[in-house]
């Protein structure tokens, strides 16, 4: 007898597993009910629509039913919510929201792909005003670009600085709209770290975007929002992107087991509590691989995975569950930026015994067009040297970079495997010694003890305690901008001037970029120094660190001048 496959919502996870049943089964009855008007669309891409990088709304729409039945002989139904499970008769209602009527259909087995829905905190005065939007699919997307272009919108609001706000205000801003980001916690993107963060802060700052962060959201207005400081700022349409929570209410009401994250929980291989349901996508919960502990991941790429993992069961097929370790990726304005893994902020706080490096290697051979400085954090775990995560910024492939971090974490790989990767050079691509190697054998002369070092976090504490600070460049680089406080010693000559340098108390040497600095704190140290300390980051580090928070905090900068190059 031919299966019966009924699968609930269309997107990433429920398409792909419609697709893969198919591919596993000719003769399978494949139906996919989806509430909206469409089916397969480019979630993901929705926000480049607002910048004109996506010009047609309708070029986000992969496939349509039509071309569903005639690929894959799949029927795919939108408009058409599904309200109930009625588990003991195997069977669901449906309703057809075109004519308002609900029918029941049977299936041998049930595969859910609910998705997830917007937040929309009721308590915050004004959230239900026409004028305030959300983006989950295409008629979310045209709705806020018809909004704005017919009422004329100059100035918007975007709540939220994950992944969708951060877009979506990048492509309002792209644009020309006076852009206001919005964000309760203290940097943006919270897979990265607050340092990294400060570098997509000044990037946000520098192309126009009035980012607010530590501040968040108490009432919308006719053309304001008023955040919980008493600030206002003028918004004629507002976009909430603070949140996800995982569609489950279907699940809920069937007796399906919620999981402690709030998502649907499903075994190794997607099966929820009951044998003949599957779930996947944005409203399942996971196990996280470094965590050991279930988590939700909202992304695309677990999503379709698990889809294929579960149309596998259904038909016998083992599947082996790594769990997740979260890697992700986005472009902002003149950067792209990459994670996996977790950071440090999530190592200290899983207590995790663990360090981290912070490296900035050019992404090619400096020589060659287009060469630019990659800001690079690994973060290892202490005494194994175990890979637990790793953050890339910069103007080049970022993505390469985490991409060969995330197989080293998924095989369980440690700095001494990082060290000795063999990877692919070409001037025009890389640099003989990659930006991973770089970080690998930083963080092995940390981990042994070769050589110390402190944080760019910590160097404002060293500046206002007027600690002994060496700046290692050149002259030059010196006089265009210096810690305030810090002594010019230049590499090329500090073994002539080794009486300017303190063996009674401690000395912190930054350069540029850290390189200089090393070789210096190194030459110290065989020349009988014990108390000598690399500063991570160095001067382009610190600026950066420092930058947008002497901006928004109009507070007194520890540096002559910030040098950004």
């Keep these: 007898m031919n299966k019966r496959i009924l699968i609930v919502g269309g997107v990433a996870g429920g398409a792909s597993a419609a697709a893969r049943i198919r591919r596993l089964d000719e003769k399978a009855e494949i139906i996919m009910f989806e509430k909206g008007p469409h089916v397969s669309f480019s979630n993901c891409s929705l926000p480049y629509h607002l910048s004109g990088i996506v010009e047609d709304s309708d070029s986000l729409v992969l496939m349509n039913p039509e071309t569903f039945k005639q690929r894959y002989k799949i029927e795919a139904r939108v408009h058409s919510e599904v309200i109930q499970i009625n588990r003991e008769r195997k069977t669901i209602t449906v309703k057809d929201l075109l004519s308002d009527k609900t029918y029941e259909e049977p299936y041998d087995k049930l595969i859910l792909s609910p998705g997830a829905t ?31 272009k017919q009422k004329q919108v100059k100035d918007i609001a975007v709540i939220g600085g994950g992944f969708i706000g951060v877009e979506v205000a990048e492509n309002l801003r792209l644009a020309n709209y006076n852009v206001t980001l919005i964000e309760f916690a203290n940097q943006i993107m919270t897979p990265f770290d607050y340092d990294m963060a400060q570098i997509l802060h000044k990037e946000m700052a520098d192309n126009g975007v009035h980012l607010i962060v530590n501040d968040g959201l108490a009432k919308i207005g006719e053309d304001f929002v008023e955040t919980h400081s008493g600030k206002k700022f003028a918004a004629q349409a507002v976009v909430l992107a603070i949140g996800v929570r995982p569609e489950t209410s279907l699940a809920e009401e069937a007796g399906l087991e919620i999981g402690e994250t709030g998502a649907i929980k499903v075994d190794s291989n997607y099966v929820t509590s009951d044998p003949d349901i599957y779930a996947v996508g944005d409203a399942v919960e996971v196990y996280h691989r470094i965590l050991h502990k279930p988590t939700r991941l909202a992304l695309a790429g677990p999503a379709q995975k698990q889809a294929r993992a579960a149309a596998n069961h259904i038909y016998g097929i083992p599947n082996r569950n790594l769990g997740v370790i979260g890697s992700s990726s986005i472009h902002l304005f003149n950067l792209n930026a990459a994670s996996t893994g977790i950071n440090a902020r999530t190592a200290e706080a899983s207590g995790f015994h663990f360090d981290s490096v912070y490296v900035m290697p050019s992404d090619k051979v400096g020589l060659m067009p287009d060469s630019n400085v990659m800001h690079f954090k690994l973060v290892y775990e202490k005494p194994t040297g175990r890979i637990l995560g790793a953050q890339a910024i910069g103007k080049g492939n970022v993505d390469k970079r985490i991409d060969v971090i995330a197989a080293m974490i998924t095989m369980n790989g440690t700095l001494e495997d990082l060290r000795d990767l063999e990877l692919t050079y070409s001037p025009m691509l890389g640099t003989a010694r990659d930006v991973v190697h770089h970080a690998a054998l930083v963080a092995l002369n940390q981990l042994n003890g070769v050589y110390r070092e402190v944080k760019v976090s910590q160097v404002r504490e060293l500046v206002e305690k007027n600690a002994y600070i060496i700046d290692a460049r050149e002259r030059r680089e010196y006089e265009a901008g210096h810690l305030k406080n810090a002594v010019n010693i230049p590499l090329s000559e500090f073994r002539n001037r080794l009486d300017e340098i303190p063996k009674d108390r401690p000395v912190y040497i930054h350069c540029r970029s850290g390189q200089r600095s090393y070789n210096m704190v190194m030459a110290l140290q065989h020349l009988g120094y014990t108390n000598v300390y690399n500063i991570s980051g160095s001067y382009l580090g610190i600026c950066l660190y420092e930058y947008f928070n002497d901006l928004a905090g109009d507070r007194e900068k520890i540096v002559t001048e910030y040098n950004f190059n």
């Design 118 to 148: 917007p937040i929309r905190p009721k308590a915050i005065q004004g959230i239900e005003k026409p004028h305030v939007f959300t983006v989950r699919n295409v008629l979310d997307i045209e709705h806020l670009n018809n909004y704005i």
